[in-house]
């Protein structure tokens, strides 16, 4: 795969991790219009401090993105921050361009200082290797837990060109709605402005990344950026309707990936909560279903045990009435009105053993609507963090 027109990628082994490459670079050659957002983790790393603040200063200019895998640079104070800094300010001199036009990300162990040194001996290096088929190196930089790279892309029109927009994201555990949740970059060769990349960007993520969940948990460097270089030829005014399908598209796209490398994961849970009093009862069910851990210990182990469903549900905080509450698992009914509905248990269990569980749950209460997507939870997602520093 190729990036989009003005964008050039590479990644290279900087040392931060023993054997595996962990530094990305993404450059807009001519810049690019950016917009993102960052978690809402109250420990928020050193590059998404930085990141956030530059991007506010620019103007919602990006010339390139610097991200590393292997530590996170979260919780180090004024040490990680001026580390940051220091791979800011290399970056800049490298490719000429202002302090506040690099975008900084950072994944791995949190609570220990980003060794920068080794980045910026390395950004030469990243440089020299950049291309427009540099994604494929970049998205293997990227990697933390996860079991392989998320790219993807998809095409549009607009202003009477044709566009294209290529996504590249990381994520495995960590996982949950409140933000972003990963670490995610978009590209697109579109001529969009920033306030309206900002826009679209806000309604993508509502109903991707915020509506996934692996483990319960946010991290404190997970971001979302989207860049537009403008190389499509078309006026920043034209209607953008096709370009929010398309980045709609690549957002979901990406979360369904993330949850489906949820570390240990072997299935997912597609989970539709309709006829709720409001969208706020509807996440309240969706969330408190994705994250109870006997619901995902069941789908782990292809256990239509829809008791443990209807209890999350009933914990949730979420306004409904239980003689009007309907559980679906693909077109078996289980629960009907509030009560059991006879079914054959293997039929049931055929279902939940496929890698997408479907599951429908009807509050039978309103017009409210969501649907979230939650991976099973077994023996390898406690060997895996388990030992995650050793």
Request: with cysteine; glycine share 10%.
């Amino acid at each position: 795969m190729k990036l989009p027109k003005g964008f050039l990628a590479s990644g290279v082994r900087a040392g931060i991790r023993k054997k595996r490459p962990d530094l990305g670079l993404i450059v807009a050659e001519g810049g690019a219009n950016a917009a993102a957002v960052f978690t809402k983790n109250r420990f928020q790393a050193a590059p998404v401090v930085l990141s956030k603040s530059s991007l506010k200063r620019s103007g919602g200019r990006v010339k390139a993105v610097v991200v590393n895998a292997g530590c996170a640079n979260a919780v180090t104070g004024k040490e990680g921050l001026d580390a940051a800094k220091r791979v800011r300010t290399r970056a800049a001199a490298l490719l000429r361009c202002d302090a506040d036009e690099i975008f900084l990300a950072s994944t791995g162990v949190i609570g220990v200082v980003l060794p920068d040194k080794k980045v910026r001996e390395a950004l030469p290096d990243s440089i020299a290797r950049l291309s427009q088929g540099g994604i494929d190196a970049l998205s293997h930089a990227i990697l933390t837990t996860d079991v392989g790279p998320k790219v993807t892309q998809a095409t549009f029109m607009i202003g009477g060109k044709r566009a294209r927009i290529v996504g590249v994201a990381k994520g495995a555990g960590m996982i949950h709605p409140n933000m972003a949740t990963m670490l995610a970059f978009v590209m697109t060769d579109a001529a969009i402005a920033p306030a309206v990349l900002q826009r679209a960007l806000k309604e993508a993520v509502d109903q991707s990344f915020n509506a996934i969940s692996v483990d319960g948990d946010t991290s404190t460097n997970d971001c979302v950026l989207v860049m537009s270089s403008g190389k499509a030829g078309n006026a920043q005014s034209a209607d953008s309707t096709e370009f929010q399908r398309a980045l709609n598209t690549v957002c979901r796209q990406l979360a369904w990936m993330i949850v489906r490398d949820g570390e240990g994961a072997t299935r997912v849970m597609e989970l539709e909560v309709r006829g709720a009093r409001s969208e706020r009862d509807a996440r309240l069910a969706a969330h408190a279903i994705a994250t109870s851990p006997l619901v995902k210990t069941a789908l782990h182990g292809g256990d239509p045990n829809w008791g443990r469903i209807l209890a999350a549900v009933g914990r949730s905080g979420a306004r409904f009435s239980i003689r009007r509450v309907s559980l679906s698992a693909g077109p078996i009914a289980l629960v009907r009105d509030g009560s059991a509905v006879e079914y054959r248990e293997k039929d049931a269990a055929r279902i939940f053993a496929r890698e997408r569980v479907p599951l429908t749950l009807d509050l039978g209460g309103g017009n409210g609507r969501v649907v979230v997507l939650s991976s099973d939870l077994g023996h390898d997602y406690v060997s895996l963090n388990a030992d995650y520093r050793s």
